[in-house]
């Protein structure tokens, strides 16, 4: 029989247990009322100019806008973005450090490195997808091809002899081509250069043929007649670029091979404070000024839930790993 001592105790614990959940249920609604109470630092794991830093600088304008704290963005390089997304893996999970994550540092780096630092699945919490390019499919005037279908049966009747570039081993546009080469069973020369610009300014001078990249690149170059396009690699035509074929449209259904990009935080970050965030940046992707400006780049504001998100991730993981065995793809 219980004695009025365990009564007590029992009725103690109670009280403490009801008082806990009742603090922890406060704590996580004052994480969502307070935040943000301080200056956010948005990385980028690559150099400034680039589409990841273009778009992040976008996001953190209309995020300081919205909220009246400063979103600094920093520019961590290095290991094909591994340096920077590691560095945000291991930042307190308090969503006051948020990554610019892209499909190389989130699904293409685990195929690419041995040993990465972090696990795209593991070490981040999904925030919010934010924006999707496609690669648009090149080549210099002087190749003989002004279809997929064309250049295809151009480069099978030269196996090895053709050739292409790109931003460097293990960039988007490497395995964007190596997809295709794979799809379509052709064979075509790699020659990596070191950065995207110096990929395209040869291509336009003749020293390479074919080049399948990131709109924003080469759409001046398509526009004045430097580049001829052939197709663009997302499951819709572009709206920068109305009356150019997609690659399925082209004779190979099911291809896409975009660049996309997206806000992941570490993992951790209590879930009302990454549903802020996931709220605050939809809007924003929204807007029709942020929709403008990113479709002027060449890119598509692409504005979902974390959930959706974090299944883009797990999604592309899967599918370039093969393409990266496949193609014998290595890192610089």
Same mark, same amino acid.
């Given at each position: 029989m219980?004695? /009025?001592t ?6 103690c614990a ?8 009742f603090?922890?249920?406060t704590a ?38 919205a909220?009246g704290?400063?979103v ?7 290991? !094909? ?7 945000v893996?291991?930042?307190?999970a308090? &969503?006051?450090?948020?990554l ?16 990465? #630092?972090y696990?795209p699945?593991?070490?981040?919490? #999904? ?5 999707? =390019?496609?690669n ?10 002004k279809? =997929? ?17 790109? &931003?460097g081993?293990g ?10 080469k794979l ?11 070191? !950065? ?9 001078? &003749?020293q390479t043929?074919?080049?399948f ?5 080469v /759409? ?5 007649g430097?580049?001829?396009?052939l197709?663009?690699?997302?499951p819709k035509?572009?709206?920068a ?5 997609t ?9 896409e091979?975009?660049?996309?990009? !997206?806000?992941?935080?570490p993992? &951790?970050?209590?879930?009302d =404070?990454?549903?802020k965030?996931?709220t605050? /940046?939809?809007q924003?992707l ?12 060449g890119?598509?504001a ?7 998100? !974090? ?10 790993? #093969?393409v990266?065995?496949g193609?014998? =793809?290595?890192?610089?």
């Amino acid at each position: 029989m219980p004695t /009025i001592t365990h009564k007590l105790i029992a009725v103690c614990a109670v009280s403490i247990g009801a008082s806990g959940l009742f603090y922890a249920q406060t704590a996580s609604a004052q994480s969502a009322t307070s935040y943000p109470g301080k200056t956010i630092r948005l990385v980028v794991p690559f150099t400034p100019g680039g589409s990841t830093d273009i778009l992040a600088r976008a996001i953190g304008q209309k995020l300081t806008e919205a909220w009246g704290q400063s979103v600094i963005i920093d520019n961590v390089p290095g290991a !094909g973005g591994a340096i920077g997304a590691d560095k945000v893996a291991k930042a307190p999970a308090d &969503g006051y450090t948020l990554l610019m994550g892209h499909i190389g540092t989130l699904a293409v780096n685990p195929s690419l490195y041995p040993n990465l #630092p972090y696990d795209p699945i593991k070490s981040f919490a #999904p925030v919010a997808w934010v924006a999707r =390019v496609p690669n648009v499919l090149v080549v210099h005037p002087s190749v003989p091809a002004k279809s =997929v279908k064309e250049l295809v049966a151009l480069a099978k009747s030269k196996p090895g002899q053709m050739n292409y570039g790109s &931003g460097g081993n293990g960039s988007a546009a490497n395995l964007a081509t190596e997809y295709f080469k794979l799809q379509t069973g052709t064979s075509l020369l790699h020659i990596p250069y070191r !950065g995207t610009a110096p990929a395209v300014t040869d291509l336009v001078g &003749g020293q390479t043929q074919v080049l399948f990249t990131g709109a924003p690149a080469v /759409i001046s170059q398509i526009k004045n007649g430097q580049l001829r396009a052939l197709a663009v690699s997302s499951p819709k035509r572009m709206d920068a670029l109305p009356d150019l074929p997609t690659v399925a449209e082209s004779g190979y259904p099911g291809f896409e091979a975009d660049q996309w990009y !997206g806000v992941v935080a570490p993992a &951790g970050t209590p879930a009302d =404070v990454i549903a802020k965030l996931n709220t605050q /940046i939809n809007q924003a992707l929204n807007s029709a000024e942020l929709k403008n400006r990113l479709n002027a780049e060449g890119a598509i504001a692409t504005p979902d839930t974390p959930a959706n998100f !974090g299944k883009l991730i797990a999604a592309e993981i899967a599918r370039w790993k #093969p393409v990266i065995s496949g193609g014998r =793809v290595k890192a610089d």
